[in-house]
């Protein structure tokens, strides 16, 4: 217990943050008649201030102010002996968990926190095994494994898993009721940006770009993902109308590869490790990642439920903490290795660690016998652009995904909660934007988020 | 059955299985990356060493994944099987109504249990209840129609009896009408248990619960064909073990004519 170490520098101050078990100690606020250094024995940090404060607090409570009791019984059975009778008439652990998580008590401690097994999700997977939910008193937090992005956006919204790893577009479609019953979703932080990649089978080495591509079957792993979004804006700006002139299908990842490998389909836009599975295999080469179509897109989210944050604000919160500190943590390029160790097993990814490793540190071979070395392959960024959305909801436009007139920026602000997220990220100490919007560069080709429809008719091939 | 036969079929199936082994291997040996039955071996050592570890809710040991399947798979027959033989015998009693329910027993009978499970999720919205219900889905038809079939023809004269008798209706279903129909009745369960144990292993990987569906499923998300043979031949064993289990309960029940 913190009690113990605090403890060792000796008797000293009589200081209203004093070591409350140590009997040469006053706690009285007044009492300050020592002419020592009251440094030497009060505590430094916020978080052992906190501690001390409440341990004081329960102490006084104890001896109902007598100080003169107090050290008397703390002479007689020494400081530790006190601590670890007090500790166990009084949770003062919790108590002292509960003062730092202010603003109030954690509503639930034991999350089921769903998530797909992919290098996406990584902050959200990591975060269990390197602790960072326990760090925030989520203890007994827990992973689950959902078998496909279905699966997982019917968990959230069947309340089976509290908070849930979705591709960027879902809360947005789940709100707006896209292919599903409209539930209003929150979408506080954004997991990875860049990090997929299409790949295409060995035959076909010579496609230099789009214009090679017609008649191909690609697969993407969901309707409402970036990286359907991805491959048809990427065919599209090549002349191919993804609609006609291609076949994309909704395939789960792993099935791509074992389907890349048959020959039945002629490539996809996945996430990873299974871009980087099918090099391992044999079965393909990673054609072009998608940061050299967008550099720094979205991609992955933390989402929950709008009622779950409503309900349970300190738990949302404390959640929302642990996840801006694994992605933060995962952002650092030093960190990749430790992760992909930690998140390779059979309870998470069930993959190959080489492999994972590959695709988190950026150095790694595309299948055609070249070593590439690119650090921000895959990167990690918290911060939700309302931005990104309201280009998301003019690509989902695009398509024929949702129909009629679109509040853009409401919808935007609904959803990707950049000003909480940059509240939280400055209260952990990292640095923020000032801005919630800003323009991309998709392909070259720029993107005014005031402007949305004015884009979305630049377009030649659409379905609006 | 006399030794002498029981021995040949014995001989004669340890020479299959040793066919089976042989092209198991060959078959192997022709196709990349098809693992034959030497590394299906070892991995199978490996995970029966350790049956029970736990590594989490997302790494459960082969034993405990199959304590979870047949777990499942009792919950969702037993209750399947108690209301199929109940509505049964009601049917089976009363011809009028069985003429007039057979065409929908016969329908719902025909569509895969697993086809069930989208509009399950949907209305009870929680993924181990669904799979529950999967599994009594699958117990349900093929009992009730064997029941009822099996109700409808019992010898009038044993009802007869029991009507002169004066038996009360609990004690002529329990006594004379259950009996009589029993033999029926269990070669429906016996149905109904293997079309169980058949839609487990779907429903489980589609709904990431727990059990040997979940553990095919993850392994084939690592693309372990290894793992995933190791786990069609657990599978294929517990299904024949949960069929002998079944028979020798079956003859416990069974009477003579």
């Known amino acids: ?464 | 059955m006399n030794t002498k036969n029981s021995k040949a079929w014995m001989i004669l199936a340890l020479l299959l299985f040793v066919l089976f082994l042989g092209s198991w291997q060959l078959v192997s040996m022709s196709l990349k990356n098809m693992p034959g039955p030497i590394p299906v071996a070892k991995t199978a050592y490996e995970f029966l060493s350790d049956p029970f570890y736990d590594n989490g809710p997302n790494d459960k040991g082969i034993g405990t994944l199959t304590l979870y399947s047949v777990s499942r798979l009792t919950a969702g027959f037993v209750t399947g099987s108690i209301v199929a033989i109940g509505v049964g015998v009601i049917l089976g009693l009363n011809q009028v109504l069985f003429k007039a329910c057979n065409p929908f027993i016969q329908v719902f009978r025909a569509i895969s249990p697993i086809a069930w499970m989208p509009l399950l999720l949907y209305s009870v919205q929680n993924s181990n209840w669904t799979a529950l219900l999967v599994v009594f889905m699958a117990s349900v038809w093929p009992t009730l129609a064997n029941t009822a079939f099996g109700v409808s023809n019992i010898k009038k004269d044993y009802l007869n009896v029991a009507n002169i008798l004066q038996m009360n209706p609990v004690s002529k279903v329990f006594r004379v009408i259950l009996p009589a129909a029993g033999p029926t009745i269990v070669a429906g369960l016996k149905i109904s248990m293997g079309s169980a144990w058949v839609a487990i292993v779907p429903a489980e990987a589609l709904l990431g619960s727990l059990g040997l569906g979940y553990f095919v499923w993850n392994e084939w998300n690592n693309l372990s064909l290894t793992s995933v043979i190791f786990a069609i031949l657990v599978i294929g064993v517990v299904g024949v073990f949960i069929d002998v289990l079944f028979n020798r309960l079956a003859r416990r029940l069974a009477y003579a004519d």
């Open chain 1, 1 to 464: 217990m913190s009690g113990n170490k605090k403890h060792e520098h000796g008797a000293g101050c009589k200081h209203a943050l004093a070591d409350p078990f140590d009997s040469q100690t006053s706690l009285m606020h007044c009492g300050c008649g020592s002419k020592e250094d009251p440094a030497d024995t009060a505590p430094l940090t916020e978080e052992s201030v906190i501690d001390r404060t409440v341990e004081s607090a329960v102490v006084r409570a104890l001896f109902q102010g007598n100080d003169l009791t107090r050290r008397r019984f703390m002479g007689l059975v020494g400081s530790s002996t006190a601590l670890s009778i007090i500790a166990s008439i009084f949770p003062l652990d919790a108590a002292k968990a509960w003062a730092k998580d202010s603003p109030g008590p954690l509503e639930k401690k034991e999350l089921k926190i769903g998530f797909i097994p992919i290098t996406c999700g990584t902050p959200i997977i990591m975060a269990d095994p390197m602790k960072f939910y326990e760090k925030h008193g989520l203890v007994g937090t827990k992973v689950v494994k959902a078998a496909g992005w279905a699966m997982i956006r019917d968990w959230a919204v069947t309340k089976e898993v509290d908070c849930a790893h979705m591709l960027s577009p879902m809360p947005l479609a789940l709100t707006l009721g896209a292919g599903s019953t409209p539930t209003p979703f929150l979408m506080p932080a954004v997991e990875n940006i860049n990090g997929q990649a299409i790949t295409l089978h060995m035959k076909h080495k010579n496609v230099k770009g789009p214009q090679d591509m017609k008649g191909f079957t690609f697969c993407v792993p969901f309707d409402y993902s970036m990286h359907n979004m991805l491959l048809r804006y990427y065919l599209a700006e090549g002349g191919v109308d993804p609609d006609k002139e291609v076949k994309i299908r909704v395939v789960p990842p792993p099935e791509m590869v074992a389907n890349l490998k048959a020959g039945n389909v002629d490539g996809y836009l996945a996430p990873d490790p299974f871009n980087q599975r099918a090099v391992f295999e044999g079965a393909g080469f990673i054609f072009k990642l998608t940061k050299e179509l967008w550099p720094g897109h979205p991609c992955c989210a933390f989402a929950a439920s709008k009622e779950f944050a409503t309900q349970m604000p300190n738990t949302f919160n404390a959640v929302f903490k642990s996840i801006i500190d694994a992605t933060m943590y995962a952002h650092k390029p030093e960190n990749r290795k430790d992760i992909a160790v930690a998140i390779a097993p059979r309870n998470y990814l069930n993959q190959p660690v080489e492999v994972v490793e590959q695709v988190l540190t950026g150095s790694y071979p595309d299948g055609l016998g070249n070593n590439h070395n690119e650090p921000d392959r895959i990167d990690f960024n918290p911060f939700p652009w309302q931005s990104m959305a309201v280009w998301i909801l003019t690509q989902m436009k695009r398509w024929g995904y949702i129909k009629g007139d679109v509040d853009y920026r409401t919808i935007a602000e609904q959803v990707f909660l950049a000003s909480e997220c940059r509240d939280l990220m400055k209260e952990g100490g990292y640095p923020v934007p000032s801005e919630t919007y800003m323009p991309h560069t998709i392909m070259g080709k720029s993107f005014d988020p005031t402007k949305p429809e004015e884009y979305l008719q630049s377009f030649a091939i659409k379905r609006t």
